[in-house]
């Protein structure tokens, strides 16, 4: 069996693993996080993967589930910031029911490609 770690700092856990993420995607991540998702969205993610809660009522982990909600913020970073490049109108987005997700593409793309077809 895994080790089992105690968060004892709930708020400084989410935070820096919120910094980790958005380091992940950019080096030069310098957007309002916030805007992202929201330390009490981690703290909820925290709540959801951890295996119970220790004598001081802090949340248990293992690594697994440290890595697991490391990968949900960095979907969760990643999908936001396609969202709002779709609201300002910088990519296009359509949902493909063969895949059954949202897929996007450079609005440069698709018009490049009209372009080719049309000579």
Request: glycine content about 4%; charged content about 25%; aromatic content about 10%.
């Amino acid at each position: 069996m895994s080790e089992m770690y105690s968060i004892i700092n709930l708020n400084g856990y989410a935070t820096d693993l919120r910094q980790a993420a958005a380091e992940y995607i950019s080096e030069n991540f310098d957007d309002n996080l916030d805007d992202y998702i929201s330390i009490n969205q981690i703290i909820g993610l925290v709540h959801h993967y951890c295996n119970g809660y220790d004598s001081e009522n802090n949340p248990m982990i293992t690594e697994v589930n440290n890595e697991d909600i490391y990968g949900d913020i960095v979907t969760w970073i990643h999908n936001v910031g396609l969202s709002k490049l779709a609201s300002l109108d910088k990519i296009e987005c359509a949902w493909d029911d063969q895949l059954n997700e949202m897929i996007f593409w450079n609005k440069e793309s698709k018009k490049n490609e009209s372009n080719k077809s049309n000579k």
